[in-house]
């Protein structure tokens, strides 16, 4: 089978674009949505099954299938329009080449998603992964404008567009954030940049958990705006202690001015860390998540925070958490076994809390779902989606766990 | 109710106050409308989570006044947020002027028990905004009453800002001020708001009771307010009156109490109704453009205007490129009225060739269903329309918005058989 998927796909894309995976099996890395297309249709045709994959830092590539549909050849940064604010990537195109090229044009994309600066903007909106400045700027949703999407069997679609006010039509490229690729491959974006900051400042306290999320609260109550908030747990920040980190950016003025009133509302022992020091804490906490096999995120308030992560610490471990007290979601990291993770999905589900798998080994994928425990008239409205995009279906994507007894 | 006409197999139209701009609201002659106007209790507050929970008649300004005591309000402010209802700008993901920093509609709901056009019920999102399955709020907010309706919107409340400083700046020309809005993009500043108006408005605004001390000489006003923490207010209001001085100010007034920026605001979202004054009848058109591309299209829309001798008054979300050209007329006059027409698809068309959108936030409706294939190619369309047989699979909740029909039935076909058949878009 697979020599006859490898002929076929060497035949549409030509021999540069077609490799074998450690297994043998086809990898097809096309550099178009066209060419995309023609896998996606063929496949389609023939029933084979594909695996989508980024660059494999975030999600494991391990998914059964007859051949892999790679996103690496579509990595080009199309167009940055700093006066505009908006930039079009490709889905292949890592966070961290984007933002460096972004940096030298004066802008940013005000994302921080947990991971390697290698992860692919494809594997950030499949994921609906975000990190410490969803508090300031919003989860990855908020970033995107508009983009290039290929169902599963073929059919190429734009959704939105690329200016940053946009109601023409409904809103497709929402369903792909936080699709893992069961509604379609994304192949192009256009996303919502920001200007680099004049200023930004990073300060962290360490101490007690509940001495930190007292403080982090006092900094919600006083209005202040920054522009992420962490909470690490002592396993994630590498440190002995919890760990709160605040982020502010903007003019000096106004940086220098929320920097005093945090040290006036928010008692906690704060140190402000130099530029250098700065970048390494946040980069360290966002590739700390991977220093377990699998994260989860939950969908919390801050006042229930404390409860969910004495719950995690229960019944999983308190090793990998990273929680936003002034937004709504906190994200687990570790290892465990699917009986526990049901444990917890329950559990949380019972406290009106959702459990999101982003990330884990697909046989946890497999057998525990991406989400579960889905609200009334949810589930019937998710697998009808899912068979307008991807009828068959032809992408291997365990967006909920198999049935278990 | 829906069970009913669900039963009956009868077309039906949601309807808040309807102040949409697009026709989204309005019925053919076989629809039932449903009114939702009397669904209008605030259901809870939650001031510590900044939440509320809300029916789809409550009035927009109406949530703000109720959680003023908590410090809180709720950002998107359409022009129209003193009539307009929510469940109307979840419908139509409404914007407004203070969307420039805080985002539009659907950055601020999260959580949506939907009534589908079969009677049943479903539950979107979630109260923090993590949901329990995909973006299905996402999908929904914009939907323009096609995919049912929001029985309870959950709704994020926003922190009132420390500080306001509102700047009226007035320019020669309207390429001036669209270059200073240029500028103070490009200067990393994120005003609160940045809305420009010609001076064809400025006019129609200080002949009318919504005067509100625009200097009535200037080619165009633009209106920045700048929000936040006092400090960075503070540098933020030096820097954008060194690049408005810079672009071309004639001169920059700022507020100096709440009434005085109340009144300048007021000229600003009363304008439309500032019009009545120029002509009987008035289309409101809403596009966008990137903002690099404001003052050439501006110029073209002026143009425009000229070659079918038409008058034309811009005002609009400059910060955005939303523009929304206005114009008056007289439909008594069906000549004047071809021109109009006419003269409306060609602005839309520059728009569109300039990289931009034929709707930021009034919806597509049926105003606008003519414009979608200029944005969207056949594949797009179909797709969309099977989305909205997820949700409606007997097409009756609003029928005949957003997608031409024609565009309907090709998604059934698959693309592979569409290709066999040498009809494949593709």
């Not at chain 2, 001390?213 to 307010?225: F, K, Q, R, S």
Request: contains cysteine.
């Amino acid at each position: 089978m697979s020599e006859a998927i490898l002929m076929r796909l060497r035949h549409a894309l030509g021999e540069a674009a077609v490799e074998q995976d450690r297994e043998g099996r086809p990898r097809a890395i096309p550099d178009s949505a066209e060419a995309v297309a023609q896998v996606c249709g063929l496949a389609h045709e023939q029933g084979w099954r594909v695996r989508i994959e980024g660059h494999g830092t975030w999600m494991p590539t391990d998914a059964p299938a007859d051949l892999a549909l790679s996103t690496r050849g579509l990595s080009r940064v199309v167009d940055v329009a700093p006066a505009d604010r908006v930039a079009t990537v490709e889905a292949g195109v890592s966070i961290g080449v984007l933002q460096r090229e972004l940096t030298a044009q004066g802008a940013w994309l005000a994302l921080d998603p947990p991971g390697r600066p290698e992860r692919s903007i494809g594997s950030i909106v499949a994921t609906g992964t975000a990190g410490p400045l969803r508090h300031g700027f919003g989860p990855m949703r908020d970033h995107i404008l508009g983009g290039t999407i290929v169902t599963g069997d073929g059919r190429t679609i734009k959704a939105g567009g690329h200016v940053v006010k946009n109601v023409a039509g409904y809103d497709l490229t929402k369903l792909q954030v936080g699709g893992f690729g069961a509604f379609g491959v994304v192949t192009q974006l256009h996303l919502r940049l920001r200007a680099t900051p004049a200023a930004s400042a990073t300060l962290v306290a360490r101490g007690e958990r509940d001495v930190l999320t007292h403080a982090a609260r006092a900094l919600v109550d006083q209005r202040l705006a920054p522009s992420a908030m962490e909470l690490f747990s002592p396993a994630l920040a590498g440190e002995a202690e919890w760990v709160l980190a605040v982020a502010f950016s903007g003019t000096d003025a106004g940086v220098a001015d929320d920097i005093a009133q945090v040290y006036l509302d928010a008692p906690a022992s704060w140190t402000r860390l130099p530029p250098d020091r700065a970048t390494a804490f946040w980069n360290a906490t966002a590739r700390a998540a991977l220093s377990g096999e699998i994260s989860f995120r939950l969908g919390v308030f801050a006042d229930g925070q404390d409860e969910i992560i004495d719950l995690l610490a229960e019944h999983l471990d308190t090793g990998l958490v990273s929680a936003g007290p002034g937004g709504g979601s906190l994200r687990w990291s570790g290892d465990a076994v699917v009986e526990k993770l049901r444990i917890l999905r329950h559990l949380a589900a019972e406290r009106e809390i959702p459990l999101t798998l982003e990330r884990a080994p697909w046989p946890v994928r497999h057998a525990f779902g991406h989400y579960g425990a889905y609200r009334e008239g949810v589930g019937a409205l998710v697998s009808k989606l899912r068979s307008t995009f991807d009828p068959d279906p032809t992408f291997a994507v365990a967006l909920e766990g198999a049935k278990h007894g | 109710m829906i069970r009913v006409l669900a039963a009956e197999g009868l077309p039906w139209v949601a309807r808040g106050a309807g102040t949409g701009l697009s026709g989204g609201a309005l019925a053919e002659a076989d629809s039932i409308l449903v009114v939702l106007t009397r669904m209008n209790r605030i259901v809870s507050v939650h001031p510590a989570r900044r939440r509320a929970v809300v029916e789809p008649g409550v009035v927009n300004a109406r949530l703000s006044e109720a959680v003023l005591p908590f410090g809180l309000h709720y950002a998107p402010d359409p022009s129209s947020q003193s009539a307009c209802t929510l469940g109307g700008n979840v419908a139509e993901n409404a914007g407004g002027p203070h969307c420039l920093k805080y985002g539009v509609t659907t950055n601020h709901v999260v959580e949506l028990e939907v009534l589908l056009p079969d009677g049943s019920i479903a539950r979107l999102g979630s109260p923090h905004g993590e949901g329990w399955g995909p973006d299905l709020v996402g999908l929904f907010v914009g939907s323009e009453g096609m995919f049912g309706i929001a029985l309870t919107i959950t709704l994020r409340l926003t922190p009132l800002p420390a500080e306001i400083r509102t700047l009226l700046a007035d320019f020669e020309t309207v390429r001036a001020a669209s270059e200073a809005v240029s500028a103070i993009i490009a200067a990393g500043i994120v005003p609160a708001a940045l809305e420009m108006m010609d001076q064809a408005c400025i006019v129609a605004v200080e002949s009318s009771i919504y005067a509100a001390g625009y200097p009535v000489d200037a080619g165009a006003v633009l209106l920045v307010e700048l929000d936040g923490g006092a400090a960075a207010v503070g540098a933020e209001s030096i820097a954008v009156q060194a690049l408005l001085m810079a672009s071309g100010a004639r001169s920059i007034r700022a507020a100096s109490t709440p009434d005085d920026r109340a009144r300048l605001w007021q000229g600003r979202k009363k304008a439309f109704g500032a019009m009545g004054r120029i002509a009987p009848d008035l289309v409101v058109q809403d596009a966008v453009v990137p903002r690099s591309a404001l003052p050439d299209v501006l110029e073209q829309i002026l143009a425009i205007g000229r070659s079918h001798r038409l008058t034309l008054a811009n005002v609009f979300h400059a910060g955005d490129g939303n523009l929304h050209p206005n114009i008056c007329y007289d439909s008594r006059d069906p000549d004047l009225t071809r021109r109009v027409h006419q003269a409306a698809r060609e602005i839309m068309a520059v728009c569109v060739a300039a990289g931009g959108s034929i709707t930021g936030e009034h919806g597509v409706g049926s105003d606008k269903l003519d414009y979608m294939p200029m944005i969207f190619d056949a594949d797009s369309l179909a797709a969309m329309c099977a989305v909205r047989r997820v949700f409606d699979p007997s097409q009756r909740a609003n029928p005949g918005k957003v997608i031409p029909l024609h565009h309907c039935n090709e998604w059934r076909r698959g693309p592979l058989a569409a290709a066999r058949s040498g009809g494949s878009p593709r």
